[in-house]
């Protein structure tokens, strides 16, 4: 029996490639005018880390993670998000003593046992960003500029901006309590999970999907009624840094995100293209998560986007993706005599800096010039005896098809 990709995996074949080249490239562009350096963390971390750092009451923690021991016995688990990674090497390199704000970025993927559907899967990839070291609502609005300068360069429009501020440490204890005393009364209606919840952390009750739950939580009090004074004023001058690059967003009070780390804003970036997982990036500032990962209080902002998702919504606009390039050269044999030439040739070419291939099989030329034709060649050398007599092969144009014989000396100059 033939053995399958694992539930919720996918490859990404040969012919796919180029979309993701294509995309990466952008991303990497976006972000180095923006001033963030690269950062590769390892793909599984010890399970703690997103325990303490994501929050444990979190769907994420209680039900999602990829969580295994290692020959010792201690708990690993692959990264279901870059975040906490980011920050542990924050602290662990010590990067805040290179500079007081760090700008960093990721690509690559995270693992999630989700239920997989349409544009959710149980690895997928991300690009994301973090600036670490600056309580700045410049900071916060510049995440949410660049994401959307990313997906202006791709061409991706019919996207919607959501916000909303969850508040600090000091506003929100002050909220829940509230929220806690409004749910006292409800909680035998709420399902098994926002009951934990409504103990562990009542914020989440926001983040449920059950039809029940979301009714009870539409007339609970709301967070943005309850901050403080800074973060009311932090969340106001985020919006105006909005408004003066003309960004238009919408306000939602009951958008908390799935993850303990976030104060202050919290933003999500849907796409209409994408059906019922509609989350394109989402993001926040998490002022607290670098000291409760054992760092001094350090401000950060960041957000991650889902690139399967970003590939989706390009290929539902109808966008054209760029097109291949194919190879510059291929070598031809006229006859099974002249592949020792053909292919002494080939690396010839090949050390010249130019990218070339040849047919290793015992094909006809006929058949050789259709398997140059299918890699969009610009030029099939030809490689016959009787040119080789004279130091000579055919040089062909394939979008003119034009013959020439040319010296093989001179072929690398010709090229
Ligand atoms: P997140 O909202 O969980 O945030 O993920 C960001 C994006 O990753 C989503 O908007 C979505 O596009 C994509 N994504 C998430 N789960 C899946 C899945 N199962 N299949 C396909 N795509 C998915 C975070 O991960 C935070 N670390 C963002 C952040 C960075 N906040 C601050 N800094």
Redesign the pocket.
Known sequence: MLIRVPK?TQDILPEDISKWYYIEDIIKEILNKYGYKEIRTPFFEYTDLFVRGIGESTD?VTKEMFTFPDRKGRSLTLR????APVVRAYLENSMGRISKVIKLFYIGP?F?C?KPQA????Q?N?F???IIGTKSPAADAEVIITALDVYKKLGLKNLEILINSVGCKKCRFDYIQKLKKYLKDKKELLCSDCKMRYEKNPLRVFDCKKDGCQKIIEKAPLITENLCQECESHFAQVKSYLDDQKIVFHEDPRLV???D??TKTAF??ISGELGA?N??????R?DDLVEELGGKPTPA??????I??MIIAIDQQKVKWPEEKGLDIFVAKVDEKNKDSAFKLLQKIRNAGLSADMDYSEGSLKSQMRIANKLRVRYTVIVGEEELSKNMVILRNMQTKEQKEIKIDNIINEL
């Open positions: 919720g994420i279901p998000e870059g975040t995270m999630r989700e544009g959710r899967f149980r997928f991300q994301g960003i973090e995100r799935g993850f780390y976030y999500e970036i997982q989350a394109i990036a989402g993001g926040g998490y902002v960041g957000f991650a986007a889902g399967e998702r």
